[in-house]
T-cell receptor, first 115, second 113 residues
Framework: NAGVMQNPRHLVRRRGQEARLRCSPMKGHSHVYWYRQLPEEGLKFMVYLQKENIIDESGMPKERFSAEFPKEGPSILRIQQVVRGDSAAYFC?????????????FGDGTRLSIL | SQELEQSPQSLIVQEGKNLTINCTSSKTLYGLYWYKQKYGEGLIFLMMLQKGGEEKSHEKITAKLDEKKQQSSLHITASQPSHAGIYLC?????????????FGAGTQVVVTP
């Protein structure tokens, strides 16, 4: 499967725990984007990363959320001390290059549920 | 910031009939992307439009971007059950923010026998 791989598909956490969401981009893609889809809301941009660099994190909450895309391995979206409002579907997308005309290809998402 | 309005919010179409979904922006669209999402799954890329007046087709789906680059439509001809799902339009907000896609709320399509 050469598509964007996200794991886990479903993640359940209790309030106060940490959640780690992983994303492996399509082969050859070095640009990764994270989006969040809250219940009854649209898809919202969170952060854009290239290998080892955060390019744009303007959509990321200032506290508890962080993202990385190391030289080796998948991109990680980390949520510390989760709260009920963090329950959502988190999607990762990747593209070959930056710039206009570069479609993003999405993974199947991680559904995060907070008890 | 740019807002994308999709209409209708949902529609039910009989198998074999045509349908059209619209995506309208208050600002110029620099890159317009159409995706399809099935419940509980990820987004499947359908088409990308960039130039005013551009039109693209793939199988029974045609997407257009108007000359002013503020409105796009997605047209499905002779709908089939496989066309059911949520259709999302997304756009680059400006030329300085490539990749930071903004999405419409989606149009849910139901295809009945």
């Amino acid at each position: 499967n050469a598509g964007v791989m996200q794991n886990p598909r479903h993640l359940v956490r209790r309030r106060g725990q940490e959640a780690r969401l992983r994303c492996s981009p399509m082969k050859g893609h070095s640009h990764v984007y994270w989006y969040r889809q809250l219940p009854e809301e649209g898809l919202k941009f969170m952060v854009y990363l290239q290998k080892e660099n955060i390019i744009d994190e303007s959509g990321m909450p200032k506290e508890r959320f962080s993202a990385e895309f190391p030289k080796e391995g998948p991109s990680i979206l980390r949520i510390q001390q989760v709260v009920r409002g963090d329950s959502a579907a988190y999607f990762c997308a990747s593209s070959l290059k930056q710039g206009g005309g570069q479609p993003q290809h999405f993974g199947d998402g991680t559904r995060l549920s907070i008890l | 910031s740019q807002e994308l309005e999709q209409s209708p919010q949902s529609l039910i179409v009989q198998e074999g009939k045509n349908l059209t979904i619209n995506c309208t922006s208050s600002k110029t669209l620099y890159g317009l992307y159409w995706y399809k999402q099935k419940y509980g799954e990820g987004l499947i890329f359908l088409m990308m439009l960039q130039k005013g007046g551009e039109e693209k087709s793939h199988e029974k789906i045609t997407a257009k971007l108007d000359e002013k680059k503020q409105q796009s439509s997605l047209h499905i001809t002779a709908s089939q059950p496989s066309h059911a799902g949520i259709y999302l339009c997304g756009a680059d907000p400006n030329t300085d923010s490539w990749g930071k896609l903004q999405f419409g709320a989606g149009t849910q399509v139901v295809v009945t026998p």
